[in-house]
């Protein structure tokens, strides 16, 4: 609706000057005198010295032209603020995948008793009843009674615990990897609120600027020192400044609501945060990271332990071609006597000699070890080019913060001269100007793909949930918003 109105009353600006001609013509040399004075007047008001650049909220408040209505939800209460480690936290309270995670470790510390427990006793009750057919045999109830229980080797039971203890630390590697992942979708999330926090800042300083050129050449068009070519670029230009704006807020709002996604209900609608997108981490050497990474990546812990598990049921399985022993102890009581018994039930491997399970087992260690062999090779791949990319990136910071941005700037001021003085027209000064949005919108690409870089790194490295770093990327140097 804004921009309808904006483009509606750009159309009646312009028709309005292609009137004017005639009107002055029609008035003759009436108006020539008050002409003059307009032209004398505007020319002194040329001929002032440009302030110097405001950044921000001073170059709003200076600028001439009302506010779209748009603008109006960036001055609204912006809600209590959170910085990075209190979002970690509220992540890590109150995501149901980190439930999900405990609930998965519990049932593994539970499988552990599980192997470590006895088997249990098997008790027989019979009742029957004995009738003699021989004169002076005895009649009465027969009942019987025997109790089974079955012998568990040692060699098996800490077999079974031992696996039960490889899946236990399976499990706690899945809870930390998860943790890992969703501290990186947090952060991720979190610098890319305060990348589209800046790209709006910067789009709300083009379009100061932009009120600002656009009303200079009104006045050059009306006082006849610029044709009105110049008044309709810089109104396309203003319109296309205030359209970047109003795109730039939604953005904003948008990642707002993926970010509150990741953290979960605990936050309200309407926050802001606190950091700075350039806040750039220092990453160890790579040989550094790449043992770190080896040695306590959560995915490796979890292959690694799924391969001794593996291994574990190898022997375990040999273990189950053992005969199984059972002791049984029996009492038969009738009317005139007792037969009590004891001894020992075997089960004799003869046909089944589990070379079925033993193989599938074996099969499956063979399996887990080519996966933990695979995956170790992809992390690693992985490993050095996000490690690349942050050079890459770090790179293209340094080289637009020092040299490209600044440059960029120094060219707007001369622009800015010229197009003052007369030396040069409206589409200098607005290629200026154009070219250093483009430079100010790449350094903050590039300083949110840094932080990817260094978010790819730690999530490689499982870091521990609520650390901003991981461990050696201590964040170094604040780089100016530009």
């Known amino acids: 609706m804004t921009t309808t109105k904006l483009t509606l009353i750009a159309s009646l600006s312009l028709m309005a000057l292609a009137a004017a001609p005639a009107q002055a013509g029609a008035q003759g040399g009436t108006s020539a005198k008050a002409t003059d004075g307009a032209t004398s007047a505007a ?35 912006a809600g209590p603020a959170y ?7 509220l992540a890590q309270s109150t995501n149901k995948g980190v439930a999900a995670a405990e609930a998965n470790v519990d049932a593994a510390s539970a499988a552990i008793s599980s192997a470590r427990a006895y088997p249990n006793p098997q008790v027989e009750v019979m009742y029957g009843r004995l009738s003699g057919k021989q004169p002076g ?17 040692p ?11 490889r899946g236990l630390e399976s499990s706690q590697a899945v809870r930390r990897g998860f943790r890992a992942d969703l501290a990186a979708r947090v952060k ?64 904003v709002n948008q990642v707002k609501a993926a970010l509150r996604q990741q953290v979960g209900g605990a936050m309200p609608g309407q926050y802001s945060l606190a950091g700075a997108l350039g806040q750039s981490p220092d990453v160890p050497p790579l040989p550094v990271l790449r043992d770190t990474m080896t040695a306590g990546n959560a995915e490796l812990v979890q292959r690694r332990m799924e391969l001794e598990r593996a ?24 009317p005139d006597n007792n037969v009590s018994q004891i001894g020992l039930i075997l089960t004799i491997p003869l046909w089944d000699r589990r070379s079925g399970p033993v193989g599938e087992a074996t ?23 996000a490690y690349r990319q942050y050079e890459i990136n770090q790179a293209q910071v340094t080289a637009l913060e020092s040299g490209i941005v600044r440059e960029a700037e120094s060219a707007l001021g001369v622009a800015e001269s010229a ?39 730690e999530k490689l490295m499982s870091t521990a949930p609520g650390a901003t770093a991981a461990p050696g990327l201590q964040p170094t140097s604040n780089i100016e918003q530009k």
């Open 43 to 77: 020319r002194a008001l040329l001929s002032k010295p440009a302030a110097a650049p405001m950044p921000g909220a001073a170059i709003l408040a200076a600028a001439a032209v009302p506010k779209p209505a748009s603008a109006s939800s960036a001055d609204a209460p």
């Open 83 to 89: 910085s990075l480690p209190h979002l970690l936290d």
């Open 137 to 153: 045999v005895s009649s009465g109830n027969a009942p019987s009674y025997a109790v089974v229980q079955k012998l568990d080797y």
């Open 155 to 165: 060699h098996q039971r800490g077999l079974r615990e031992a696996m039960a203890t």
């Open 188 to 251: 991720t999330a979190y610098f890319d609120v305060l990348r589209r926090e800046s790209e709006l800042h910067a789009a709300e300083e083009d379009l100061a600027m932009m009120r600002q050129i656009h009303s200079r050449a009104r006045l050059r068009v009306e006082v006849g020192e610029a044709p009105r070519y110049e008044l309709i670029k810089a109104e396309t230009e203003l319109l296309a400044s205030q359209k970047s704006q109003q795109t730039a807020e939604l953005r």
């Open 311 to 334: 291994q574990l049921g190898v022997d375990y399985q040999k273990s189950l071609r053992w005969p199984e022993v059972a002791v049984r102890a029996a009492t038969d009581r009738q």
């Open 363 to 385: 099969a499956q260690a063979t399996q887990a070890r080519s996966a933990l062999e695979a995956r170790e090779f992809e992390l690693t791949q992985e490993l050095e080019s």
């Open 419 to 457: 197009y003052r003085f007369g030396e040069r027209g409206i589409l200098d000064y607005l290629d200026a100007q154009r070219v250093l949005r483009g430079a100010r919108n790449e350094l903050i690409a590039a300083q949110y793909d840094l932080q990817l870089a260094a978010i790819q790194i």
